[in-house]
């Protein structure tokens, strides 16, 4: 699997090298995290990880030299208590998760820089990183942190899954075992690919799972395999495909946090 540039790996930087480093209120931290959870029987544990990492390494590498971008090391473990049920799910309580990443913000903040991107993978924790970030910028006005997912950048999934997929293959499905035959292709074991969806979901109703309108759930709710979707139809092709979209999305996105200043209000731009 590829791994960060060594030039722009954190942890391979010296104490004085960070110290004397120029311009570090614009230069971009980035903390890649995922999960160690169950991705069925075809899928290893590491998937929400190994996307962020593999992402995140190629952007590093078609990055503009001129832009100033670090990867913290990866922070493997989540909040994955959805998948309790099935085996081989480590998973963090949320004031674990709370206070880990706070810790890992003030420290990035103490050493001087003034922007950090949580890069997250794992569908199960989006909310967590918002907090940190909201009640981190609260306490440190001059502290911009980015709660980003992995997957919301433009990208050429939507082109290649079916309208069902889209909604409703949210784990271990198309999209992610394609991805993962593009990454770490010798993990994964077509063999054993199955398709599930979930069953007795509301019909003609605004709630649904992941929609502006959800409704608590856990893996056993859902699926009996750990699946929800169609691996039996990923292809390494539509992975290397979505991967590639993902990367040129990623190094967009972090150029922007390079360029971002933080909104300022003023009086004089009242109406």
């Known amino acids: 699997m590829n791994y960060f540039p060594a030039d722009r790996y954190f942890a391979y930087l010296t104490s004085p090298a960070i110290a004397n480093m120029p311009d570090k209120e614009n230069v971009v931290i980035l903390q890649p995290m995922g999960a160690i959870e169950q991705h069925g029987a075809h899928l290893p544990l590491i998937v929400d990880a190994a996307i962020s990492i593999g992402v995140l390494a ?92 992995t997957w919301r950048v433009p990208n050429v999934a939507k082109d290649l899954l079916t309208a069902k997929e889209l909604e409703l293959g949210i784990h271990a499905g198309d999209a992610e075992t394609s991805l993962m035959l593009a990454l770490l292709p010798e993990q994964v074991q077509m063999d054993k690919a199955v398709t599930e969806y979930p069953y007795g979901l509301p019909e003609n109703s605004l709630l649904s799972m992941e929609s502006a309108n959800p409704f608590a759930w856990v893996m056993r709710d859902l699926t009996r395999s750990g699946v929800l979707g169609d691996a039996k139809a990923a292809t390494k092709e539509k992975g290397e495909q979505i991967l590639d979209s993902l990367v040129d999305g990623w190094v967009q996105l972090i150029e922007d946090m390079y360029k971002f200043e933080q909104p300022k209000a003023y009086g004089d731009h009242l109406l």
């Open 58 to 149: 190629r952007a590093l590498a078609k990055l503009d030299s001129a832009i100033s971008a670090y990867a913290l090391p990866p922070l493997y473990y989540g909040k994955s208590n959805e998948h309790n049920d099935f085996a081989g799910t480590i998973t963090l309580r949320s004031q674990t998760m709370l206070a880990v990443l706070t810790d890992i913000a003030e420290s990035v903040y103490r050493a001087g820089f003034r922007k950090l991107a949580l890069m997250n993978s794992h569908g199960g924790q989006p909310q967590i990183l918002e907090i940190v970030a909201r009640d981190l910028h609260e306490k440190y006005p001059d502290f911009i942190i980015f709660p980003l997912f």
